[in-house]
């Protein structure tokens, strides 16, 4: 049967008939199989002039600890590889990756669908409301990340035209900053009737009321530990944040020291801490003890830092919890959102201040927060010319904000008066123009960070302090000017510059979470393409031409 049905000229055709079929669709397999396989063996050939698929020399120098480190980084991009391919700014991100990934086998890169898989970068939501988006990488180690667009791989010149490609010096700084302390702690200062959260004793009366902070400090990725100032010369190296909660007593200051190069106070140890890297450090004290004097030393370090302290309670009439016992109680807070884009609070949680009902962030029993800078909200550092101070409110009463006496009885006119703020020391480096930052987070409430307010889930105190915590605990370590950056002193300022000559405008594509297509203009240097499919489409032209050659002459012979 099979004889007769291919058998003759007639059987031969049948036969071809059905085989090519067959081998259009193996042909096609291989084309995607080895298309991937390529791309993940970086089978391509850079193309560019300015070889933006290039790894520098420089680049594999920078990151050779890599793959000393106890942990994976891992490089996330949430958008799949042939919406990345099809993006010009993101494909060359996204092969850089993958050579990294190549040559450091402790560097992972992986791509996530946000349309069919939206809950797959929840991990790295600052906020419930924050939004991570298609052009979105996220760079992650142990339980530390970062989240940068694909835009801030690039530079751009005054009109908004690509000027450089800076995806090498970015990336590594984003690298060195991760790993800089492969255990980052948050301590508890301890030693003056602090409320504190005790790993080692879980006995520890402390640990039911900052049980939540202890949990918001983990999940942000941060060990927790205690510190007795009085114990130590200086701050660990290893810390990211210094928690003070709720002091019952001052901090130890001896004036029969003072001026000695031998004797540093404990507040002398916090600010030089914050002012000898780039430290953080979260403050809730209480008001009554303000008034009543017993925090002298710690509020005349918080004065240099921006933050005068109030001595009476706050009163909101328009915006506070109502109380069943006390109908004519208004010193449970509802702190009012800084709606201004440009201000640091904003940064932080502008997802909530931007909603028609935005969730409560309840601070309860406060007294005032001032800024100390007579002159505005800022002040130059003394004895130093690089770095300046800067006061910024971070929640407020409404208009109607009042101090209270003792007695309940209102003691100001009615105004919006600012519940809690930060300060914040910034200062570049001239050389490297290396951005340096400290904080220090002040409320004057002693139960601003209690089980009452952070444990409670209708509240938005949660999310939002974690927030903050994720902001002000993470540290910049900046890679080699020699990869780029916006030096001038930069061998190669701005990275891998694009040639002048050669620049067109091309549109390309990239898919947002709603499965709209983004559509932009981007200046691109003519051939910055790259052939990782170079083999596997002369592959099959190979064939096609044999077959065709073969074909032709059974016919023509």
């Not at 406060?366 to 929640?395: H, N, Q």
């Amino acid at each position: 049967m099979k004889k007769e049905l291919f058998a003759g000229k007639l059987g031969k055709r049948r036969l071809l008939s059905l085989l090519i079929p067959i081998a259009l669709a193996a042909l096609l397999l291989f084309q995607v199989w080895f298309t991937g396989f390529s791309e993940r063996k970086q089978l391509y050939i850079d193309l560019t002039s300015e070889g933006l698929y290039t790894l520098t020399d420089k680049m594999v120098e920078e990151c050779e600890y890599i793959d000393d480190l106890e942990k994976e980084i891992t490089v996330t991009f949430c958008a799949e590889p042939d919406q990345l391919r099809a993006n010009a700014k993101a494909r060359t991100v996204y092969f850089m990756c993958l050579a990294l990934q190549k040559l450091y086998p402790n560097l992972a890169v992986k791509c996530v669908n946000l349309k069919t898989n939206p809950t797959a970068v929840n991990a790295y939501k600052t906020t419930s409301l924050s939004e991570i988006y298609a052009t979105d990488i996220i760079i992650s180690y142990g339980n530390s990340f970062r989240i940068a667009s694909v835009d801030a791989f690039w530079t751009t010149d005054g009109e908004e035209n690509l000027f450089s490609y800076n995806g090498e010096y970015k990336m590594a700084t984003l690298f060195h900053s991760l790993t800089s302390k492969n255990h980052p702690v948050a301590y508890f200062i301890t030693n003056h009737g602090e409320l504190y959260f005790d790993t080692e004793n879980k006995d520890h009366p402390g640990n039911a009321d900052t049980e939540s902070l202890y949990r918001l400090l983990t999940e942000r990725g941060l060990v927790v530990k205690t510190l007795d100032l009085s114990a130590v010369e200086d701050v660990p190296e290893d810390c990211a944040l210094l928690v003070i909660n709720n002091p019952r007593a001052d901090y130890a200051y001896d004036p029969s020291q003072a001026g000695s190069y031998t004797y540093q106070s404990e507040t002398e140890k916090l600010d030089r801490y914050l002012t000898r890297d780039q430290g953080s450090l979260m403050v809730a004290t209480d008001y009554r003890l303000v008034a009543e004097n017993k925090l002298k030393n710690l509020e005349d370090f918080l004065y240099e830092w921006g933050f005068e302290l109030g001595d009476k309670v706050l009163a909101d009439e328009d915006a506070h919890l109502s109380s069943a016992v006390d109908p004519n109680k208004k010193t449970d807070l509802i702190g009012q959102y800084i709606t201004e884009e440009n201000t640091y609070a904003y940064a932080i949680y502008g997802a909530y201040a931007s909603l028609a009902s935005s969730p409560r962030m309840v601070i309860s029993d406060a007294g005032e927060i001032r800024s100390a800078y007579d002159l505005g909200t800022g002040a130059p550092e003394a004895g130093s010319i690089k770095f300046s101070r800067y006061y910024s409110t971070f929640f407020s009463t409404t208009d109607k904000g009042k101090l209270l006496d003792g007695e309940g009885n209102a003691a100001s006119e009615a105004a919006v008066r600012d519940i809690c703020g930060v300060a914040l020391r910034y200062g570049v480096d001239s050389t490297t123009l290396a951005h340096s930052y400290s904080y220090v987070f002040c409320v004057n409430s002693a139960s601003f960070f209690s089980e009452q307010t952070l444990g409670n889930a209708s509240f938005a105190n949660y999310d939002i302090t974690s927030a903050l915590v994720e902001n002000i605990s993470r540290e910049d370590v900046y890679a080699s000017i020699d990869l780029g950056g916006s030096s001038l002193n930069s061998a190669s300022y701005g990275g891998k510059r694009l040639h002048s000559a050669a620049v067109a405008t091309a549109t390309t594509e990239i898919y947002a979470n709603d499965g709209s297509v983004i559509k932009t203009n981007q200046p691109l240097t003519a051939g910055a393409q790259t052939a990782i499919i170079l083999i596997a489409v002369l592959i099959p032209l190979g064939v096609a031409i044999t077959g065709l050659v073969i074909h032709l002459r059974r016919r023509f012979r």
